[in-house]
């Protein structure tokens, strides 16, 4: 056990910047085949994916914008940093493949929560079979940023972009809504004035929410789990035409994929598979379910559009990636989205602004 | 033109995401063909190089620790931000393709200084065929940071690793050292009270240092030359048998390419080709000015090791590159790496320490 009496390595400074890079290596498992030079030179060396295109993103985790340490443990911020790429690939019907991984660490950052941090995205990688190809470690002169990219593949004619939807198109979402604004929202009430979790300790005794639904809640908002086997079935069965993750939330990708494929968008409100702990939760604030729900960013679900005459295609797939999807509206000619309630359309709310 | 008055942007929280995005995606140049999806989906879609292996590397300028405002426009940190990362490339034998670019916005980050940091990215991309192919946009809690993840190829054979080198082979060093760390140090020393420059009009009237050697020390430290062609050659040719840059400095590049090779290593300091403005700046802070340039980061030049037997095809590789290149010194059979001075073994200064 190290001590900071015994002289042995407590801070990630204590280590320096090689001593960290070795630290981080001596963790990895076994390089896959296409992984030709990792962690350690200049570069990454890889093998492309013969016969596919390849995906490439980023994604950043900024402390105090993206997370709050004392709501998150160092290992659900590198669960996190992850799951929040693979969802991008996702979203392109690919499969994520090698990631970089470049961290920037507050002065004093100590080794354990380092350590944290690594249990969380190998944790991710391993259950996804992304490999960690590289990176880049600096100090930062104040918060903690986890920025990831992913690379992916994908056959080159499988690719889901945003802008193939066309009008009468069927909307689709998997999983539920709102479940991570809930859980934040339940965090910042209720777990403001503690001090912050143990790393891996999460629930905290003092912490839990009051039921299991919230739990849930609560649990998205630190791990979001992307859906990266439906996405890659709906774009190598082309079931969908256009597709984009929930990271704004939904009425952000609403928008998005209608803009992007020149249409507009109707959403049913009673068809929305709002999350049963959001609901419960909006509900115990006097906040609008639908309207906090649509609105909310994090959940990383997938929507997507599905023609017509590919249903049963779709039938298919939710057979196989055994996740539950929810049909919310269509797509329109007339351009402009509406959210219908009640019969009445109404405008959607703006999702997570990022300024 | 835009004033506070008149209603217009002058911040990029006036534009929001989106609209910076689409700021952004107006001014990239018609994308290269093997660039399928560009900016403004969920991941880029990229057709491999054929018969090539791809690098990948990430590197980011953060504020407070790689740049000053006061000392760097935008345009710099844009420009360095990819030219940092290229380095990388080049030190792998590589051609760079591709770039991904996150950015991390304080409050009220002006939209003049975000056009000066396309300015100088693009500019550095536009002179070395890379591409923008994406990225990311948020804000930061304090400091604005750059971190770019570049994407290159390669032949498979012609990848130059760090660990290649031999006892007897020769170590190389292109252009000059100690410039980057002499141009920080003068700005440090006469600009650290002045107010920050506008962006683009470097240098002020004011600011010039004494003469032009070290001006171009400040420009160095500003905007490094990445030694792309160079670094081509020496893979393509296998002229070199290892190869890393100088991103942290020479001392830091000979121990990290003898510890990789197996190797020890000799440097012999009468023939360390430091820069003249750096001499200049070090012989009058009375520092060492052989101690401080092996020791200074930042000067992305290419240190290299090249066995006897090739001396011919490095003279080509000189040739064809057009870039000066000093023999410093060779790997050695015995382990520990030494600075030998006057004919006497010192051991080398540590080079930049990012903890």
């Known amino acids: ?24 290596r001596r963790r990895l498992p076994q390089p896959p085949p296409h992984l030709l030079v990792g962690v350690g030179d200049d570069a990454a060396v890889v093998e492309p994916e013969r016969g596919a295109v390849e995906l490439l993103t980023t994604d950043a985790l900024v402390e105090g914008i993206h997370f709050d340490r004392r709501f998150s443990s160092s290992a659900d911020v590198g669960y996190k940093a992850l799951a929040v790429n693979a969802s991008d690939i996702a979203a392109m019907g690919g499969t994520p493949r090698l990631a970089l991984l470049s961290l920037m660490l507050p002065e004093g950052f100590p080794l354990r929560d380092l350590d944290g941090l690594l249990d969380g995205l190998l944790a991710m990688a391993a259950s996804s079979g992304i490999a960690l190809a590289g990176g880049n470690i600096t100090r930062s002169p104040g918060p903690l940023i986890a920025d990831v990219t992913l690379t992916g593949w994908c056959r080159r004619r499988k690719v889901l972009t945003r802008n193939g939807g066309r009008p009468g198109d069927a909307l689709y979402v998997t999983g539920t809504i ?41 649990r998205r908002h630190q791990r979001p789990e992307a859906r990266l086997r439906v996405g890659a079935l709906l774009g190598r069965t082309r079931a969908a035409r256009a597709c984009m993750d929930l990271s704004d939330g939904l009425a952000d990708a609403v928008a998005q994929v209608a803009e992007a494929s020149g249409t507009g968008a109707r959403i049913d409100a009673d068809t929305l598979p709002v999350h049963e702990g959001a609901r419960r939760w909006f509900d115990s604030r006097r906040e609008d379910p639908i309207g906090a729900a649509v609105a909310g960013g994090d959940d990383y679900e997938l929507l997507f559009a599905v023609s017509p005459r590919m249903r049963g295609r779709l039938k298919s797939v939710i057979r196989e990636a055994r996740v539950p999807v929810t049909c919310i509206g269509a797509l329109t000619a007339e351009v402009g989205v509406a959210l219908v309630r009640n019969g009445r359309p109404e405008p959607l709310p703006r999702g997570f602004v990022h300024f």
Do not use: K, Q
């Open 178 to 218: 709102g479940a991570a604004a809930a859980g934040l929202g339940w965090l910042r009430v209720h777990a403001g004035t503690n001090t912050r979790p143990p790393a891996g300790a999460w629930p905290p005794p003092d912490f839990t929410p009051e039921d299991d639904a919230l739990t849930e809640c609560v």
């Open 1 to 24: 056990m190290s001590t900071p009496d015994s002289g042995a390595p407590t801070l990630v400074s204590d280590l320096g910047e090689r001593g960290v890079i070795e630290r981080i």
